[in-house]
């Protein structure tokens, strides 16, 4: 009850932000009718001109919106195995040899994808990669789990120390801020390869957080040039 009395609080006062309606007013009248009348039948209220034409805006905006979200929750991505990870990732760093890329999923409590941003281009051996720009934009897009990716120009799909170290470095950031880090895939040429499917993910922190900037390099190493397929789930 004290919560719904304090989302009502919150959307009468946002209402009468944007619309220009006395505050009083508006209050007064969801006391005993329905608020959302206000915007449904804005007459009630006895608004000018100015007040109308904004409520008539907000209106609008909110329709296009609502049409908006349904339309997209159709056409949501969400990255709930390994095998869609490999394969999204695979999508936008395959075939890549000129440069290293860097780059980081954000993915809300559903594993459904908020944003993937390119977090660092390097040469062709080597990418720096900078923790608390990760860090920034996790927190603004309020994210609940990340997936990490990178490519490796030189067609290893294996995991370097230092791809290991770099994964370590962010559960040892996000762990305490429960933020998953559900994977890092590497990308090489046609093929990629899971850290999480590998069973090689880390799940807890071992130091404290570091924010200083890691270099990220591809080690040449002999693998086997099988295809790589599976399906476990997060």
Known sequence: MKKNIQHTESFLKGLTTLTGLPYKKVRQYAKENNPFNILEHPHIMEPNE??????????????SYNLLKIYESEKKITLNSSTVSGQYFLALLGGMKDK???MV????????????KTMSEGSVGQAVVYPREVLKYAIACDCRAIILAHNHPGGSTNFSPEDRALTQRFVDIFHPLEIKVLDHIVVGGTRYSSMAENGEIPHQCVSKANYEVIALGETAVEENRDSFQYTQSF
């Open 50 to 63: 100015k007040q109308l034409e904004k409520i008539g805006l907000l209106n609008e905006f909110i329709a």
């Open 100 to 102: 290293e890329r860097f």
């Open 105 to 116: 999923a954000f993915l809300d409590n559903g594993n459904n994808l908020i944003e993937t």
